[in-house]
């Protein structure tokens, strides 16, 4: 489905940092539960015909939010998102990282430090998500599984979801 809202995807390796913005033609009350609510999150997050899956989840300052991604081929990759700052309606910064079905950090692999802000526009709201990184070659490393193309991707999802 080809959708009307496109995503602005901005790396900037000497600054060690991912800049994706998008706007939805949704209110930000609509977007906003459907980034902090893991039922809504399971119907969007994964790029088809991946599908994420929560194994918990507490949006609060200091909770955090526990799942899966699993492929259509049954592989799992686990992932934990620590819930850092929340300004209801307007932003939340966290910290996400690959991890085990238990939430334990997986060292070997990148992790990021995400801050998602959310604005009202003239038809609907506006999403800038700042990502930064230890490093370039952990920038490099994320790109490299996909990240780019499975977040696009994802946010399409979101885009039909918010549509419904």
């Known amino acids: 489905m080809e959708t009307k809202n496109k995503t602005l995807f901005t790396k900037d390796l000497e600054n060690k940092k991912i800049v994706v913005e998008r706007e939805f033609s949704a209110p930000v009350e609509s977007v906003w539960k ?3 609510d893991s039922d809504l999150l399971d119907q969007w997050w994964a790029p088809k015909p991946w599908r994420a899956e929560t194994k918990s989840m507490d949006f609060r300052t200091g909770g955090f939010w526990l799942y899966a991604m699993k492929g259509p ?18 932003n939340f910064q966290a910290a996400d990282y690959f991890c085990d079905e238990n939430g334990n950090k997986n060292d070997e692999l990148p992790n990021m430090n995400w801050d998602n802000q959310f604005s009202k526009t003239a038809d609907g709201t506006r999403v800038v ?17 996909g990240f780019k193309e499975g977040f696009e991707m994802a946010l399409g999802n979101l885009d039909e979801l918010l549509e419904k």
């Open 129 to 145: 998500v700042n990502i930064s990184f230890k490093s370039e070659a952990d920038i490099r490393a994320i790109l490299d599984m």
């Open 73 to 90: 081929d049954n592989e799992v990759h686990w992932a934990r998102v620590d819930y850092k700052s929340i300004e209801k309606l307007k």
């Open 34 to 36: 459907a980034w902090t």
